[in-house]
């Protein structure tokens, strides 16, 4: 089946300009995932949802970074007034299930370079 | 303050043999720890995972041992092959939790 699915792979995008991030995970999984891995490092966690319910932001940045999923599906990351600092590779992940022993399985990530 | 910490950056291996890729952990209340692989621009892919009631997990030719009393988990690969050498990343969760916390990455290279 499927695999979780990321758009863009790479965006480019000038400081001060706002961007959004999309992650279609796998369909049926009820928990997705935000982390951001900047090169030489594992992935940090930014945030995660069980469905369409927020259940942990506590690894956003700042309040420039927010990530909604209305529908319990497909979830956008939003980042505004980018800053140089915000360039890394951004990765979702979904699972069956937020807690409990489930992995969570990794889409391609999308790389933002902000110039 | 890094809770889970891989402190060797990279690992050669002679086809065939043994690898061994290390992580240690400080957070008690962590009890289901995975290790994940990831090739050159692809995602990381789970490759196995124990929880905190075993002290050994095995698929194939991957085995991963926990010693909690250390706080240290190690993956296994026997025997080696080319197409292990990717990026090994070690990561920690709790069941009552949804994040993980990753560590560094090991570079692991299998060598023909």
């Known amino acids: 089946g499927a695999g979780v699915s990321q758009s863009p792979r790479y965006k480019v995008t000038k400081r001060g300009q706002d961007v959004a991030l999309r992650c279609d995970p796998i369909s049926g999984h009820v928990s997705l995932y935000w982390y951001r891995q900047a090169l030489g490092q594992g992935p940090e966690f930014l945030t995660y949802?069980?469905?369409?319910?927020?259940?942990?932001k506590s690894g956003l940045p700042n309040d420039r970074f927010s990530a909604e999923r209305p529908e319990g599906s497909i979830s956008t990351l939003t980042i505004q007034r980018t800053e140089q600092r915000d360039s890394a590779m951004y990765r979702c992940?979904?699972?069956?299930?937020?807690?409990?022993?489930?992995?969570?399985?990794f889409g391609p990530g999308t790389r933002l370079t902000v110039t | 303050d890094q809770q889970v910490k891989q402190n060797s950056p990279s690992l050669s291996v002679q086809e065939g043999r043994i690898s061994i890729l290390n992580c240690d952990y400080t957070?008690?209340?962590?009890?289901?720890f995975l290790w994940y692989k990831k090739y050159p621009a692809e995602g990381p892919t789970f490759l196995i995972s124990i929880s905190s009631i075993k002290d050994k997990n095995e698929d194939g030719r991957f085995t991963v041992f926990l010693n909690k009393s250390a706080k240290h988990l190690s993956l296994h690969i026997v025997p080696s092959q080319p197409g292990d050498s990717a990026v090994y990343f070690c990561?920690?969760?709790?069941?009552?939790?949804?994040?993980?916390?990753f560590g560094q990455g090991t570079i692991l290279t299998v060598h023909p």
């Open positions: 957070n008690s209340m962590f009890d289901y």
């Open positions: 990561g920690a969760g709790g069941t009552s939790y949804g994040k993980l916390t």
């Open positions: 992940a979904s699972s069956l299930a937020g807690t409990g022993y489930h992995e969570q399985y």
């Open positions: 949802f069980n469905y369409e319910a927020q259940q942990d």
